[in-house]
């Protein structure tokens, strides 16, 4: 795909925000077992989730097919520093800090400059922490959405503002009511194929490290006598 033309502008944001801001009420931050991409369903292209790996770094541990579009390939497992220009990057670094430590919720302006095959592309980004299973902080839900023709990938952006907001506990969100239709008790609802292609990524597992010890029943040390 070499364009992009979007016909809803950045409303994607805001729909991936409002379901974050419901998810945690009164909380700080909702969990990332509590996500579910049917929230989220016309918003998943451009969504994702990310992994804190080291200070300010941050890998793709889930991504829709928008980001994939950007950099002409598939983007999981990469760091989110990717969609973004050397200059800018330790900027986006101080700022997954800012996510993770205060905790806060950061939104971003971007733009990528133009250039051969390359047309000016402005692009924004939100970025809403979650505890993982074992209730740190260390996955950040978020989305991103570039709007107007894509031009040939990768693309990159300088980030040209951005808003971080610290979390308050206590603070009353807004509450979404959302009416679900009538399920049969022996039928699911049924997923897009963008739902589907990432229901496997939001229900992914948290392993918990584990070093392995020497078995009981061999030596951890062996004297070795020498009568030399």
């Known amino acids: 795909m070499t364009q992009h033309i979007s016909n809803t502008g950045f409303a994607p944001l805001a729909q991936v925000e409002a379901y974050w801001e419901a998810l945690r009420g009164s909380r700080l931050m909702p969990n990332r077992a509590e996500i579910d991409p049917r929230g989220i369903e016309q918003a998943l292209e451009y969504s994702f989730i990310v992994e804190r790996i080291a200070p300010?770094?941050?890998?793709?541990?889930?991504?829709?097919?928008?980001?994939?579009?950007?950099?002409?390939?598939?983007?999981?497992?990469?760091?989110?520093?990717?969609?973004?220009?050397?200059?800018?990057?330790?900027?986006?670094?101080d700022i997954l800090e800012e996510v993770f430590e205060t905790p806060a919720t950061c939104s971003l302006q971007l733009h990528s400059a133009k250039g051969a095959g390359l047309p000016p592309l402005d692009a924004r980004m939100i970025l809403m922490p979650l505890k993982s299973d074992l209730g740190d902080v260390s996955r950040i839900l978020g989305a991103l959405v570039s709007v107007g023709e894509m031009g040939?990938?990768?693309?990159?952006?300088?980030?040209?503002?951005?808003?971080?907001?610290?979390?308050v506990s206590g603070t009353e969100a807004p509450v979404i009511k959302r009416s679900q239709p009538a399920v049969e008790p022996d039928k699911k609802p049924t997923l897009s194929p963008e739902a589907q292609k990432l229901q496997a990524g939001f229900n992914e597992q948290s392993v918990p490290f584990r070093s392995e010890t020497p078995r009981k029943d061999a030596p951890y040390l062996r004297l070795v006598k020498s009568d030399d």
């Open 152 to 167: 040939r990938s990768p693309r990159r952006f300088d980030v040209t503002q951005s808003a971080l907001r610290p979390i």
């Open 56 to 93: 300010g770094i941050a890998r793709l541990r889930i991504a829709g097919s928008h980001l994939s579009d950007l950099m002409g390939m598939e983007v999981r497992g990469m760091p989110l520093t990717s969609f973004i220009t050397p200059g800018s990057r330790r900027q986006i670094s």
